[in-house]
């Protein structure tokens, strides 16, 4: 069992856990995930390591399916039945001079500890931060304290530039010769077009992909991707990719499979 340690609500629907979980904690490095079970008959999901110390580990989470739903439940004090990790690979730390990160909703919380890094080698390092609405936005303070400039992005215009975040993206590669490295986070099809962009400029970009994972140690192979027309496993050699070699519309397509069992399953919570 692995205690909860602190539990914090950022925004709307988005929560702040801290688990103690002191192996995870000492082994964890950028881009490392957890794959966490609420309770015995509980199902697996992936959760990307946000920042930790010697013993406990942050983990931030939407409340969108059954499983984050019923993580929802747990208060400070209460228990998680499993914590497993420091999973994946570490986030490939490139030698450049400046990086600008681009997350989309949650995809902010991944994101922050490979800008960390960054900024620890001492390389600039920027970011732009996309949400529908002001309210769905987090960790911007985080975000201030390490990055040189913050441009944030809303699709209302509730704060920042009314828009996407590749509306930013592409007015800060046209005026800033500087940028050679572009992360991305965030949703499939957002990637998709960041990627695209970031190419269409000639500057290299990284991914941070997020298939369905089950078990976390590549035996179901139901986080497989296509990369460079190879197959990989997320769970295990990712998730970060060379963003312009992986199949993003075959990644789409993929992310559908179990809708409606998930759908299914909510509805079961609900009646609960």
């Not at 801290?18 to 079970?37: K, T």
């Not at 600008?100 to 080698?121: F, N, R, T």
């Amino acid at each position: 069992m692995y205690d909860i340690v602190e539990k914090r609500i950022l925004q709307n629907d988005i929560e702040w856990m801290r688990v103690r979980a002191p192996f995870v904690a000492r082994n964890a490095q950028p881009g490392h995930f957890v794959m966490v079970r609420v309770d015995a008959d509980g199902e697996r999901v992936p959760l990307t390591i946000v920042d930790h110390d010697q013993t406990d580990v942050v983990i931030i989470y939407q409340k969108l399916g059954y499983t984050t739903r019923q993580l929802s439940f747990k208060q400070e004090g209460d228990t998680l039945e499993t914590f497993q990790g420091p999973l994946g690979k570490a986030a490939h730390i490139r030698d450049k001079q400046h990086v600008i990160g681009v997350a989309g909703g949650v995809g902010s919380a991944p994101l922050l500890p490979q800008l960390k890094a960054y900024k620890e080698k001492g390389i600039r390092v920027d970011a732009i931060l996309g949400a529908r609405s002001q309210e769905y936005l987090i960790l911007l303070d985080e975000y201030r304290a390490i990055c040189d400039h913050v441009y944030i992005t809303t699709d209302d215009g509730s704060l920042g530039q009314e828009g996407r975040v590749t509306d930013a993206l592409k007015i800060r590669l046209e005026t800033d010769a500087s940028i050679d490295h572009v992360i991305a986070i965030g949703p499939a099809i957002m990637m998709k077009y960041v990627v695209e962009m970031a190419k269409s400029h000639q500057r290299s970009v990284d991914v941070s992909l997020n298939p369905i994972m089950i078990d976390g140690t590549g035996m179901c192979g139901n986080c497989r991707v296509s990369i460079a027309g190879k197959t990989f496993f997320a769970c295990i050699d990712g998730p970060d990719f060379a963003g312009e070699a992986v199949d993003f519309d075959e990644l789409i397509a993929r992310q559908s499979y179990y809708k409606k069992e998930e759908h299914d399953c909510f509805l079961r919570l609900k009646d609960e």
